[in-house]
């Protein structure tokens, strides 16, 4: 079945390092998407990606949609304690737009100050 | 901004007893999901609504877990008899994808434990 791998599963920075998580599915996506979860909180949605090679930015958070829309990243520029978390990408069942999505593991993130 | 609000934030409860959340999405979202995150992984889909219906529950352990959505708005998912494996958060989350918007906006989840 579909599944969607994320490395790393820990990560853990000095504040103002970047920070990269990948995510491969094993399946063509029609859109993947990711999603922040605060240590005792919920996923909450960041972003969506469609198309291939896509390129989005939120402040210093920058996503790639990969050229085979099969892999995706999320890289952080000069971390801030605020971005501690884990970082989940998600894609959807094998030839759809609206089933179900598959989570990855989730890359968890520590900022040191 | 609009909230998937669910009920109760955290439950306890004995091995073999009955258990039930319960979830209101976001108004006008026709797709509803129940998710189970297990401590250190991602959410998985337990069953998904169109409305009033069931979409996908193929991954709902039927034996013991019952979801529905009478009137195609709030949702209630049931344990029964809860088992110890049960333990976990249980995530409700809404979407309205005819906005060309595919994420989910998810509640703050119930946190069961089963002793």
């Known amino acids: 079945g579909q599944q969607v791998m994320q490395i790393p599963q820990y990560q853990h920075v000095q504040e103002g390092e970047d920070f990269t998580t990948y995510c491969n599915s094993s399946?063509?996506?029609?859109?993947i998407q990711w999603y922040k979860q605060r240590p005792g909180g919920h996923p909450v949605f960041l972003i969506q990606?469609?198309?291939?090679?896509e390129v989005k930015k939120q402040k210093r958070l920058t996503f790639q949609f990969g050229e085979a829309k099969k892999n995706s990243s999320l890289h952080i520029t000069a971390t801030q304690t605020t971005d501690v978390g884990t970082y989940f990408c998600?894609?959807?069942?094998?030839?759809?737009?609206?089933?179900?999505?598959?989570f990855g593991r989730g890359t968890q993130l520590t900022v040191w100050p | 901004e609009a909230e998937v609000a669910q009920s109760p934030r955290y439950k306890i409860t004995e091995k073999s007893q009955a258990v039930a959340f319960w979830c209101d999405p976001i108004s006008g979202h026709a797709t509803l999901y129940w998710y189970r995150q297990i401590l250190g992984q991602g959410p998985e889909l337990l069953v998904q609504f169109q409305d009033e219906s069931v979409v996908d529950d193929s991954q709902l352990p039927k034996d013991r877990f019952s979801a529905e959505r009478l009137k195609g708005v709030d949702s209630t998912l049931k344990i029964q008899p809860a088992e110890l494996g049960d333990s976990a958060m249980y995530l409700c989350?809404?979407?309205?994808?005819?906005?060309?918007?595919?994420?989910?906006?998810f509640g703050s989840g119930t946190r069961l434990t089963v002793v």
């Open positions: 990606l469609v198309k291939s090679g």
């Open positions: 399946t063509t996506l029609s859109n």
């Open positions: 989350a809404s979407s309205d994808p005819s906005t060309g918007n595919y994420g989910y906006t």
């Open positions: 998600a894609g959807p069942d094998r030839g759809s737009t609206l089933g179900r999505l598959y």
